[in-house]
């Protein structure tokens, strides 16, 4: 039961990096290769994955996969592979405006 739930708490929390990642690079001004960051968002690289049954158990991935969350059903059986988009983290916390707007309002307290 925990495998289950930390694959899928893994896959939601990769697609949700993988997309804020694209659409902080999208919007950043000024950045040279904007679509080498846009597309490096799209890639996974380390993760895990599980096959949702009684036998199932849950392994640790290394790798590159596109897209960051892969699921398949085939012979009765489901998997699931999820896998983190370390550039999207990188382009999140290197060009997300927001802690910027955040730094930028301390000056006037």
Do not use: C, H
Request: hydrophobic residues 60%; positive net charge; without cysteine.
């Amino acid at each position: 039961m925990i495998g289950q739930v930390v694959v899928v708490v893994t896959a939601l929390l990769s697609a949700f990096l993988s997309g804020y990642g694209v659409w902080a690079s999208a919007r950043a001004k000024g950045v040279r290769s904007k679509p080498l960051w846009i597309a490096g968002s799209l890639f996974g690289f380390v993760g895990v994955g599980r096959v949702f049954g009684p036998e199932g158990e849950l392994v640790f991935n290394v790798g590159i996969q596109i897209p960051v969350v892969v699921a398949y059903w085939g012979s009765g059986v489901f998997a699931m592979k999820a896998m983190v988009p370390i550039i999207a983290i990188v382009a999140i916390v290197k060009f997300d405006p927001a802690p910027m707007r955040a730094r930028d309002a301390s000056v006037f307290d």
